[in-house]
């Protein structure tokens, strides 16, 4: 279009000109051209401005090539001519010939340096220069907004017609001297005054800009312009102020393409302006978002890039070009910043239109990484959020409207009876009104309809399950490729870290989202869980050498256990499989290798929220737990220790675990003798043990620990069905998390009271040396040995001193000897002296 | 002139003085820094400086080590009131007139100079050679003279002259302090020449009445002793000529100071400091104070000079006796206890161990010293405990050992330095978790850190039992836990097994449980390692190690030491509740890794031991549950259980 070539040119448009006009045909509106007479005082201001900032500007180009001068002209004109076919990429070429030297200030001739602060602009001056100039001055002096309205419409006024005047001056004659002048400046000005320069250029832009958007929205040209510079710094420094305006001006609506049809209509002023205005804002946000994403694979602008493109994608997930941000965003997911996360969440931003896109985005690139990412990239799934009630929702509403509907019909229908037809009519005219009032509100509005959401979310759903079975699968397939012979017992291996690195977010998902699962995956998921979870035929001796972690297996139970839960109804799986990998998976728990939070949440979803366990599975976990408390820190220990209270409360019969009745427990079951290491609930025989690890923890040094062990201890003399006082209501992870060392150090540090001693001991007696060593202690050397050493101390000594003695005098009588020199001189001198007196007097 | 030339030596001795000192305490400290090698310290006196990553001395000043250790020096140590110290010392030189009726004897003593030549020191070459030098150039400076008489006029005239120029230069930056030299002084020291019968015949008469004139000038050539070689150009000091004179006076005036100032003063070997601050105000003490200050002065000019650790040793052994003598001079104790601490970070063992219990003994004898005296002590600690290696893990044990000792003096106020000193390492500890930057962590991650944890730790398990210290023994542990939970992975395992040490020292005093097993599972996890290296066998050392270097990581001796460390603090663990009713489930989970340890390990020499303790460990399992299978007492049966654990100790 005709606007995006003048861009090129440098030639100061007047904004509110439709892009139909050509650059030539400035119509001067009657309105400008009375302004200006109306202003004269501001006119004749200018005029005074202009012969400074003209001879600036010429002896600025003067110290250039003249012939360059003259081919940047004509290739103006040129471009002017093929004004179509530029494009807004394309003027990096020209970008390139701005030289830094630019920004340097310009001594004149009445000795006066000029700054020149806008770099850009260069070619806008050549043009029309005092105008732009007296713009700049008025920038610099931070003019009021009106002020600098008035002058862009006297720039108007004035602008081609004074642009004959200027050219001649180029070739001003003084331009020898001032380009000596001028080199000696630049040496001057260093490379950190010009990114002073720069900086504070930009920030006189951004201003501007955040002032008044309709009139300054041309500037954003020259804050891109700046983005191109050399200085990393100052391009650094653009993208985010550029960043910053962008997401101010942003309207809140989706800019849309004009059609033809519209092109040809004629339209107001007021609209005219409104469509330039919408018109550059896009094309520089383009250009802006084209910069970002050529600039994102470098690694130096990496970290800025991306944050500048999540930062718009949070702020405008409306604005047009949406797809190509999301698109970059969803490659860098694993950047800190959240925009997706906030996508997902403020979902009536963009009405949920970008989450389907951004999850499927995330689908693909998941495929094409064969499932090898950073984990925060599929972590950002967890904030998604499903209306659950949609699909019911909806249907029940509209059943319940329909219902009421016929009610209010029913109830209407008896009271309309003696209503006259006329009335009835009248009724229908008012809902028919009502009806076509309600259709225009929802489609003005920004909410979809329930079928349209339903849709979106439906999609999102299924490309949300696609990769997470995606990832389940691909685990599966990795871990059981490589099956081979080991010894029993290693059933874990310990190099887990990387191979699956999706894994943890993929199953923590699938817990969340389990209620969503379609029934049909249901089966197959559960299987492929049970596998993850690394349960194998209790026949085979082979075992498969299962690479996932025990965090992860863990969470293969817990999402089992979320799964079959959720859907209680409809499952018939057994989840015996489930419990006694948990059973096992306690003894491979290792506090710092594994994430304590997982078994505690496996704790708690497996048996502290669990309905009910029939007695001797029960009793074996409690046994477990009890034992496990004994070896692990405190938080895992408090725990186990509420899990099993809890065990406990549910299963009277095994508090018969607290009391030693003569031959153990008094429930004797299958096995008579409790085996520690059992591999199986059933047989481990824990029914018939005593829990005597509490005693131990009641000694424990952590008092939550100790107290909580003497509480369950306490149970013992309760009847059944008595409860003894809770100490606590935490659940296991709670417990867990309250206690774990990072939210202790995190905590206040408490103060250590003032301690009140029992006791007084002797001072006298020692406590921490043992005799032994004391023993030596009165050390006494024998005298000879005595002797020769305070001898040789003594000889020392007195060697020192002589030497010092000897070395003052050697000084002192070489320096007497130096003297006899001066003294010589001193003595010629004399003579000298004498001598010349002599010949005076002579 | 030549009175002249000598005021000029002189004024130069002086100035020069200053270094010379400071060059024998340097000789000194690297006396001490070395192994002493040879009988006496005498060869070493040019010893490198190589040496310098030595743990630093108590004199140097802690602020000059850059880096963030010294920062966390600073925020660890306590601050000192240093400006105190230096104020008193000035007191003027403390001459004791001596009586008339002291009698000199200038015997045959000539034949014993002679003698004494055969003691050679390493500056009698270079001297023999500037005397060489000094003639010569004597001889030109008369020939130039003889030449030209007029230069002699001119020589004379520019001593003179810049003699008075330096003279007034000089008067302004005179130090206060060493006027002692100066023509001002009223009361000249004599400048008798001392020989070995005088000091003999002195001695006898002191021995038999300590009340003799002859203790005057007995103390006064104590001083003059004490003072040689740093005051070496005043004429009282060059009384001594011969080092027969030199051994009797010192060996003699330090053995009988302290019975004789007792006889003098009439108190018993218990004395306590008010009892002195009572005599203070009796007629005697006026008489004999000047003379117990200077001996208490003179011994510790003794002690600033000395370079031998033997001779220090000796000293300070015999100086320890009249500790409470000290009680009467607040500044001159300071001094002193600044010079015992620097002696007792020094490296020798036995010196360290006499000054420590001179420095023990002035503490608990001086109660307002007691807090200087930990806080300096304290911070010396700090700074000799910034490295540890081979050499001085049992220096730095002993040094630990001694500080609780100090610390256990007087617990109440111990408690609060105590509890300034663990919050402040809590502190770190926070900051270190909540920045997790590299800087932080390596403040934790350093021997200072981890050694002044182990001091509270010590200071906690010995005063544990008599005084009610749960509050503190809880933060430390947090401190514990806390350092273990910031350096997983086997590359700290050398520290995590010191943190297990300590939780199981801990542990043992009192009486509390510590999950011990749950921070060494990294321990007996089996890892593979290459097996290719057994030409090289490099000892790891865990005591002196916080962080295991790269390159053993994956070495089998790393592996070795790792194992039977964590199998020693297994077995701390165990022996502590082995007699418990709950040891079966103790030892449950540990032994299933044990045994799951035992049939991967493929060493043999891991095997063996590894196999040892399943085997005891299941048979002490056995007997405490065929033992519980007898009883009837439930798990809540708090007294029954400690009967059964003194049964089961019993048989």
Same mark, same amino acid.
């Given at each position: 279009?005709?606007?995006?070539?003048?861009?090129?040119?440098?030639?100061?448009?007047?904004?509110?000109?439709?892009?139909?006009?050509?650059?030539?045909?400035?119509?001067?509106?009657?309105?400008?051209?009375?302004?200006?007479?109306?202003?004269?005082?501001?006119?004749?201001?200018?005029?005074?401005?202009?012969?400074?900032?003209?001879?600036?500007?010429?002896?600025?180009?003067?110290?250039?090539?003249?012939?360059?001068?003259?081919?940047?002209?004509?290739?103006?004109?040129?471009?002017?001519?093929?004004?179509?076919? %530029?494009?807004?990429?394309?003027?990096?070429?020209?970008?390139?010939?701005?030289?830094?030297?630019?920004?340097?200030?310009?001594?004149?001739?009445?000795? #006066?340096?000029?700054?020149?602060?806008?770099?850009?602009?260069?070619?806008?001056?050549?043009?029309?220069?005092?105008?732009?100039?007296?713009?700049?001055?008025?920038?610099?002096?931070?003019?009021?907004?009106?002020?600098?309205?008035?002058?862009?419409?006297?720039?108007?006024?004035?602008?081609?017609?004074?642009?004959?005047?200027?050219?001649?001056?180029?070739?001003?004659?003084?331009?020898? +001297?001032?380009?000596?002048?001028?080199?000696?400046?630049?040496?001057?000005?260093?490379?950190?005054?010009?990114?002073?320069?720069?900086?504070?250029?930009?920030?006189?832009?951004?201003?501007?800009?955040?002032?008044?958007?309709?009139?300054? @929205?041309?500037?954003?040209?020259?804050?891109?312009?700046?983005?191109?510079?050399?200085?990393?710094?100052?391009?650094?420094?653009?993208?985010?102020? %550029?960043?910053?305006?962008?997401?101010?001006?942003?309207?809140?609506?989706?800019?849309?393409?004009?059609?033809?049809?519209?092109?040809?209509?004629?339209?107001?002023?007021?609209?005219?302006?409104?469509?330039?205005?919408?018109?550059?804002?896009?094309?520089?946000?383009?250009?802006?978002?084209?910069?970002?994403?050529?600039?994102?694979?470098?690694?130096?602008?990496?970290?800025?890039?991306?944050?500048?493109?999540?930062?718009?994608?949070?702020?405008?997930?409306?604005?047009?070009?949406?797809?190509?941000?999301?698109?970059?965003?969803?490659?860098?997911?694993?950047?800190?910043?959240?925009?997706?996360?906030?996508?997902?969440?403020?979902?009536?931003?963009?009405?949920?239109?970008?989450?389907?896109?951004?999850?499927?985005?995330?689908?693909?690139?998941?495929?094409?990484?064969?499932?090898?990412?950073?984990?925060?990239?599929?972590?950002?799934?967890?904030?998604?959020?499903?209306?659950?009630?949609?699909?019911?929702?909806?249907?029940?509403?509209?059943?319940?409207?329909?219902?009421?509907?016929?009610?209010?019909?029913?109830?209407?229908?008896?009271?309309?009876?003696?209503?006259?037809?006329?009335?009835?009519?009248?009724?229908?005219?008012?809902?028919?009104?009502?009806?076509?009032?309600?259709?225009?509100?929802?489609?003005?509005?920004?909410?979809?309809?329930?079928?349209?959401?339903?849709?979106?979310?439906? #999609?999102?759903?299924?490309?949300?399950?696609?990769?997470?079975?995606?990832?389940?699968?691909?685990?599966?397939?990795?871990?059981?490729?490589?099956?081979?012979?080991? @010894?029993?017992?290693?059933? @874990?291996?310990?190099?887990?870290?990387?191979?699956?690195?999706?894994?943890?977010?993929?199953?923590?998902?699938?817990?969340?989202?389990?209620?969503?699962?379609? %029934?049909?995956?249901?089966?197959?998921?559960?299987?492929?869980?049970?596998?993850?979870?690394?349960?194998?035929?209790?026949?085979?001796?082979?075992?498969?050498?299962?690479? +996932?972690?025990?965090?992860?297996?863990?969470?293969?139970?817990?999402?089992?256990?979320?799964?079959?839960?959720?859907? +209680?109804?409809?499952?018939?799986?057994?989840?015996?499989?489930?419990?006694?990998?948990?059973?096992?998976?306690?003894?491979?728990?290792?506090?710092?290798?594994?994430?304590?939070?997982?078994?505690?949440?496996?704790?708690?979803?497996?048996?502290?929220?669990?309905?009910?366990?029939?007695?001797?599975?029960?009793?074996?976990?409690?046994?477990?737990?009890?034992?496990?408390?004994?070896?692990?820190?405190?938080?895992?220990?408090?725990?186990?220790?509420?899990?099993?209270?809890?065990?406990?409360?549910?299963?009277?019969?095994?508090?018969?675990?607290?009391?030693?009745?003569?031959?153990?427990?008094?429930?004797?079951?299958?096995?008579?003798?409790?085996?520690?290491?059992?591999?199986?609930?059933?047989?481990?025989?824990? +029914?018939?043990?005593?829990?005597?690890?509490?005693?131990?923890?009641?000694?424990?040094?952590?008092?939550?620990?100790?107290?909580?062990?003497?509480?369950?201890?306490?149970?013992?003399?309760?009847?059944?069905?008595?409860?003894?006082?809770?100490?606590?209501?935490?659940?296991?992870?709670?417990?867990?998390?309250?206690?774990?060392? #990072?939210?202790?150090?995190?905590?206040?540090?408490?103060?250590?009271?003032?301690?009140?001693?029992?006791?007084?001991?002797?001072?006298?007696?020692?406590?921490?040396?043992?005799?032994?060593?004391?023993?030596?202690?009165?050390?006494?050397?024998?005298?000879?040995?005595?002797?020769?050493?305070?001898?040789?101390?003594?000889?020392?000594?007195?060697?020192?001193?002589?030497?010092?003695?000897?070395?003052?005098?050697?000084?002192?009588?070489?320096?007497?000897?130096? %003297?006899?020199?001066?003294?010589?001189?001193?003595?010629?001198?004399?003579?000298?002296?004498?001598?010349?007196?002599?010949?005076?007097?002579? | 002139?030549?009175?002249?030339?000598?005021?000029?030596?002189?004024?130069?001795?002086?100035?020069?003085?200053?270094?010379?000192?400071?060059?024998?305490?340097?000789?000194?400290?690297?006396?001490?820094?070395?192994?002493?090698?040879?009988?006496?310290?005498?060869?070493?006196?040019?010893?490198?400086?190589?040496?310098?990553?030595?743990?630093?001395?108590?004199?140097?000043?802690?602020?000059?080590?850059?880096?963030?250790?010294?920062?966390?020096?600073?925020?660890?140590?306590?601050?000192?009131?240093?400006?105190?110290?230096?104020?008193?010392?000035?007191?003027? &030189?403390?001459?004791?007139?001596? !009586?008339?009726?002291?009698?000199?004897?200038?015997?045959?003593?000539? /034949?014993?100079?002679?003698?004494?030549?055969?003691?050679?020191?390493?500056?009698?070459?270079?001297?023999?050679?500037?005397?060489?030098?000094?003639?010569?150039?004597?001889?030109?400076?008369?020939?130039?003279?003889?030449? !030209?008489?007029?230069?002699?006029?001119?020589?004379?005239?520019?001593?003179?002259?810049?003699?008075?120029?330096?003279?007034?230069?000089?008067?302004?930056?005179?130090?206060?302090?060493?006027?002692?030299? /100066?023509?001002?002084?009223?009361?000249?020291?004599?400048?008798?020449?001392?020989?070995?019968?005088?000091?003999?015949?002195?001695?006898?008469?002191?021995?038999?009445?300590?009340?003799?004139?002859?203790?005057?000038?007995?103390?006064?050539?104590?001083?003059?002793?004490?003072?040689?070689?740093?005051?070496?150009?005043?004429?009282?000091?060059?009384? *001594?000529?011969?080092?027969?004179?030199?051994?009797?006076?010192?060996?003699?005036?330090?053995?009988?100071?302290?019975?004789?100032?007792?006889?003098?003063?009439?108190?018993?070997?218990?004395?306590?400091?008010?009892?002195?601050?009572?005599?203070?105000?009796?007629?005697?003490?006026?008489?004999?104070?000047?003379?117990?200050?200077?001996?208490?002065?003179?011994?510790?000019?003794?002690?600033?000079?000395?370079? /031998?650790?033997?001779?220090?040793?000796?000293?300070?052994?015999?100086?320890?006796?009249?500790?409470?003598?000290?009680?009467?001079?607040?500044?001159?104790?300071?001094?002193?206890?600044?010079?015992?601490?620097?002696?007792?970070?020094?490296?020798?063992?036995?010196?360290?161990?006499?000054?420590?219990?001179?420095?023990?003994?002035?503490?608990?004898?001086?109660?307002?010293?007691?807090?200087?005296?930990?806080?300096?002590?304290?911070?010396?600690?700090?700074?000799?405990?910034?490295?540890?290696?081979?050499?001085? *893990?049992?220096?730095? /044990?002993?040094?630990?050992?001694?500080?609780?000792?100090?610390?256990?003096?007087?617990?109440?106020?111990?408690?609060?330095?105590?509890?300034?000193?663990?919050?402040?390492?809590?502190?770190?500890?926070?900051?270190?978790?909540?920045?997790?930057?590299?800087?932080?962590?390596?403040?934790? &991650?350093?021997?200072?850190?981890?050694?002044?944890?182990?001091?509270?730790?010590?200071?906690?398990?010995?005063?544990?039992?008599?005084?009610?210290?749960?509050?503190?023994?809880?933060?430390?542990?947090? *401190?514990?836990?806390?350092?273990?939970?910031?350096?997983?992975?086997?590359?700290?395992?050398?520290?995590?097994?010191?943190?297990?040490?300590?939780?199981?020292?801990?542990?043992?005093?009192?009486?509390?449980?510590?999950?011990?097993?749950?921070?060494?599972?990294?321990?007996?996890?089996?890892?593979?390692?290459?097996?290719?290296?057994?030409?090289?066998?490099?000892?790891?050392?865990?005591?002196?190690?916080?962080?295991?270097?790269?390159?053993?990581?994956?070495?089998?001796?790393?592996?070795?030491?790792?194992?039977?460390?964590?199998?020693?603090?297994?077995?701390?663990?165990?022996?502590?509740?082995?007699?418990?009713?709950?040891?079966?489930?103790?030892?449950?989970?540990?032994?299933?890794?044990?045994?799951?340890?035992?049939?991967?390990?493929?060493?043999?020499?891991?095997?063996?031991?590894?196999?040892?303790?399943?085997?005891?460990?299941?048979?002490?399992?056995?007997?405490?549950?065929?033992?519980?299978?007898?009883?009837?007492?439930?798990?809540?049966?708090?007294?029954?259980?400690?009967?059964?654990?003194?049964?089961?100790?019993?048989?």
């Amino acid at each position: 279009m005709g606007k995006n070539s003048k861009k090129k040119n440098k030639v100061i448009l007047p904004p509110q000109l439709p892009p139909e006009v050509d650059d030539d045909e400035v119509v001067v509106s009657d309105e400008d051209v009375e302004f200006f007479r109306g202003n004269e005082g501001h006119a004749r201001a200018l005029a005074r401005l202009d012969r400074k900032s003209i001879d600036s500007y010429v002896t600025r180009v003067a110290h250039h090539d003249d012939d360059e001068v003259e081919r940047l002209y004509e290739e103006r004109e040129r471009r002017r001519k093929a004004a179509e076919a %530029l494009r807004p990429k394309s003027n990096k070429d020209e970008d390139l010939e701005v030289d830094p030297v630019d920004a340097l200030p310009v001594k004149t001739l009445q000795g #006066e340096l000029v700054y020149n602060n806008a770099k850009k602009p260069r070619f806008d001056e050549i043009s029309n220069g005092p105008e732009s100039k007296s713009k700049d001055k008025g920038a610099d002096a931070k003019q009021a907004t009106q002020r600098g309205e008035q002058k862009a419409r006297s720039k108007e006024t004035k602008g081609d017609g004074r642009l004959p005047n200027v050219q001649p001056q180029i070739e001003a004659p003084n331009g020898k +001297l001032q380009s000596k002048v001028l080199e000696e400046v630049e040496e001057e000005l260093s490379a950190e005054e010009l990114f002073e320069k720069k900086k504070a250029q930009l920030a006189e832009i951004g201003m501007s800009m955040l002032e008044d958007p309709e009139s300054n @929205i041309r500037s954003l040209n020259d804050m891109l312009n700046i983005c191109n510079d050399k200085d990393q710094k100052v391009v650094k420094l653009g993208l985010t102020s %550029l960043l910053a305006v962008f997401r101010d001006i942003i309207p809140s609506y989706r800019i849309r393409q004009l059609t033809e049809k519209e092109l040809t209509v004629e339209v107001s002023k007021d609209v005219k302006k409104m469509r330039y205005y919408e018109y550059t804002l896009l094309r520089s946000y383009k250009a802006y978002l084209q910069k970002l994403i050529s600039l994102e694979k470098q690694p130096n602008f990496y970290n800025v890039a991306v944050r500048c493109m999540c930062t718009l994608l949070d702020t405008a997930p409306h604005f047009n070009f949406r797809e190509s941000i999301l698109a970059s965003v969803a490659r860098n997911l694993s950047s800190p910043d959240d925009a997706v996360r906030s996508l997902f969440v403020n979902e009536g931003k963009h009405r949920g239109e970008a989450t389907i896109e951004a999850v499927r985005l995330i689908a693909d690139h998941v495929k094409l990484n064969d499932c090898h990412l950073h984990p925060d990239s599929i972590g950002v799934f967890l904030s998604l959020r499903f209306d659950e009630d949609i699909g019911k929702d909806d249907s029940e509403e509209e059943k319940g409207r329909s219902k009421k509907k016929k009610q209010r019909q029913n109830q209407e229908v008896p009271k309309q009876l003696p209503v006259s037809d006329k009335k009835k009519a009248k009724q229908e005219l008012i809902s028919k009104a009502r009806e076509e009032v309600d259709a225009e509100l929802r489609a003005v509005s920004f909410t979809l309809d329930a079928k349209e959401r339903r849709r979106i979310q439906k #999609e999102t759903l299924s490309a949300l399950f696609e990769t997470y079975f995606r990832i389940l699968k691909h685990t599966l397939s990795t871990s059981n490729s490589s099956h081979y012979i080991i @010894i029993r017992g290693n059933a @874990i291996n310990v190099s887990t870290d990387g191979s699956h690195p999706l894994l943890a977010p993929c199953l923590e998902g699938l817990g969340k989202f389990s209620h969503l699962i379609d %029934l049909d995956f249901m089966g197959e998921l559960i299987a492929c869980l049970k596998k993850l979870s690394g349960h194998t035929d209790h026949h085979s001796q082979i075992l498969h050498d299962n690479t +996932l972690s025990v965090s992860e297996r863990l969470q293969c139970c817990i999402v089992a256990y979320k799964v079959w839960r959720s859907n +209680l109804e409809a499952l018939n799986v057994d989840l015996q499989d489930f419990f006694v990998q948990l059973f096992n998976l306690i003894l491979e728990y290792r506090p710092d290798r594994d994430r304590g939070e997982v078994l505690a949440d496996a704790l708690k979803t497996l048996l502290w929220e669990g309905k009910h366990q029939d007695m001797i599975r029960a009793a074996a976990f409690i046994k477990r737990l009890a034992t496990f408390a004994l070896s692990f820190g405190s938080a895992e220990a408090l725990s186990a220790l509420i899990t099993l209270k809890h065990l406990l409360q549910k299963n009277s019969k095994c508090r018969n675990m607290l009391e030693n009745d003569s031959g153990g427990g008094s429930m004797s079951c299958l096995v008579a003798k409790y085996d520690p290491e059992a591999k199986d609930p059933y047989l481990s025989g824990a +029914l018939a043990s005593v829990l005597w690890e509490l005693s131990l923890l009641q000694k424990h040094y952590d008092s939550s620990v100790s107290s909580m062990a003497s509480n369950i201890l306490s149970m013992a003399n309760l009847n059944p069905t008595q409860n003894p006082v809770p100490i606590s209501i935490a659940n296991p992870l709670e417990a867990y998390r309250d206690l774990s060392m #990072e939210r202790e150090l995190s905590k206040p540090a408490n103060k250590v009271p003032p301690l009140n001693c029992k006791k007084k001991r002797r001072s006298k007696d020692f406590v921490a040396l043992s005799p032994t060593v004391l023993q030596g202690s009165d050390f006494l050397a024998d005298g000879d040995e005595l002797k020769e050493k305070l001898q040789n101390h003594f000889a020392v000594l007195r060697g020192i001193s002589e030497n010092e003695r000897l070395r003052a005098e050697l000084n002192h009588t070489l320096s007497s000897i130096n %003297l006899y020199k001066e003294y010589k001189k001193q003595k010629k001198r004399v003579k000298s002296k004498a001598g010349k007196k002599k010949v005076a007097r002579a | 002139m030549a009175k002249k030339l000598g005021k000029k030596a002189r004024k130069f001795a002086r100035k020069n003085l200053q270094s010379v000192a400071k060059r024998n305490r340097k000789q000194r400290s690297q006396f001490v820094r070395r192994p002493r090698r040879g009988g006496s310290g005498r060869g070493d006196e040019r010893a490198g400086d190589g040496d310098e990553e030595m743990p630093q001395r108590a004199g140097d000043n802690l602020m000059n080590n850059g880096g963030d250790v010294a920062s966390l020096v600073n925020g660890l140590e306590f601050p000192e009131d240093e400006s105190e110290l230096n104020s008193d010392i000035s007191d003027s &030189d403390d001459y004791l007139s001596e !009586d008339s009726e002291c009698l000199y004897y200038s015997d045959n003593e000539g /034949d014993n100079a002679v003698n004494d030549c055969f003691v050679q020191d390493g500056l009698d070459g270079e001297n023999d050679q500037m005397n060489i030098e000094i003639k010569k150039q004597k001889k030109n400076l008369n020939k130039l003279m003889d030449k !030209d008489p007029e230069f002699a006029n001119y020589l004379e005239k520019w001593r003179s002259e810049s003699y008075r120029s330096k003279e007034d230069s000089d008067d302004d930056d005179m130090d206060s302090v060493d006027n002692g030299a /100066d023509s001002s002084d009223t009361n000249p020291p004599n400048d008798k020449i001392l020989t070995r019968k005088t000091i003999n015949e002195w001695c006898q008469l002191v021995a038999k009445e300590p009340k003799s004139p002859s203790l005057r000038s007995l103390l006064n050539a104590y001083r003059d002793a004490c003072r040689f070689g740093v005051h070496s150009k005043s004429p009282s000091v060059q009384r *001594i000529q011969s080092t027969e004179v030199f051994y009797q006076i010192i060996t003699f005036v330090l053995s009988e100071a302290d019975n004789i100032f007792r006889a003098l003063l009439d108190i018993s070997d218990d004395v306590n400091k008010g009892k002195i601050m009572n005599l203070r105000s009796a007629k005697k003490w006026k008489t004999i104070e000047p003379l117990v200050k200077s001996y208490l002065q003179n011994s510790l000019d003794l002690l600033s000079q000395l370079t /031998d650790n033997q001779i220090l040793a000796f000293v300070l052994t015999r100086l320890r006796a009249s500790a409470v003598l000290f009680s009467a001079y607040p500044s001159t104790s300071r001094r002193l206890l600044k010079i015992l601490i620097r002696l007792w970070a020094s490296g020798d063992h036995n010196l360290s161990l006499s000054s420590f219990l001179m420095i023990r003994e002035v503490a608990s004898l001086l109660p307002e010293c007691l807090d200087l005296c930990l806080n300096k002590s304290f911070n010396t600690y700090l700074a000799s405990s910034k490295l540890v290696n081979d050499g001085n *893990i049992k220096h730095i /044990d002993f040094l630990t050992d001694c500080l609780v000792e100090l610390y256990s003096l007087d617990v109440q106020k111990s408690c609060e330095s105590a509890t300034n000193s663990i919050g402040q390492l809590n502190a770190i500890l926070r900051q270190a978790s909540k920045t997790k930057e590299k800087e932080e962590l390596r403040k934790v &991650d350093s021997w200072q850190y981890i050694n002044s944890v182990n001091l509270w730790v010590r200071f906690l398990c010995c005063n544990y039992k008599d005084y009610n210290m749960h509050p503190l023994l809880s933060s430390v542990v947090q *401190i514990l836990r806390g350092v273990a939970h910031l350096f997983p992975g086997t590359r700290y395992l050398p520290l995590r097994l010191r943190l297990v040490q300590m939780l199981n020292e801990l542990s043992s005093c009192s009486q509390m449980f510590f999950p011990i097993p749950s921070l060494l599972f990294d321990c007996l996890e089996f890892r593979d390692t290459s097996q290719k290296e057994h030409g090289q066998k490099t000892k790891v050392n865990f005591s002196s190690l916080l962080k295991v270097p790269k390159n053993l990581l994956k070495s089998r001796d790393f592996h070795e030491e790792c194992i039977l460390s964590a199998i020693d603090a297994l077995s701390a663990h165990f022996a502590q509740w082995c007699y418990h009713v709950s040891f079966p489930e103790v030892a449950t989970i540990p032994l299933i890794l044990l045994k799951r340890l035992y049939e991967q390990s493929t060493i043999e020499s891991l095997r063996r031991p590894i196999k040892r303790l399943i085997d005891q460990v299941d048979e002490n399992r056995n007997i405490v549950e065929r033992k519980r299978d007898g009883v009837s007492f439930s798990p809540n049966d708090t007294t029954s259980i400690e009967s059964f654990i003194h049964d089961l100790q019993i048989d």
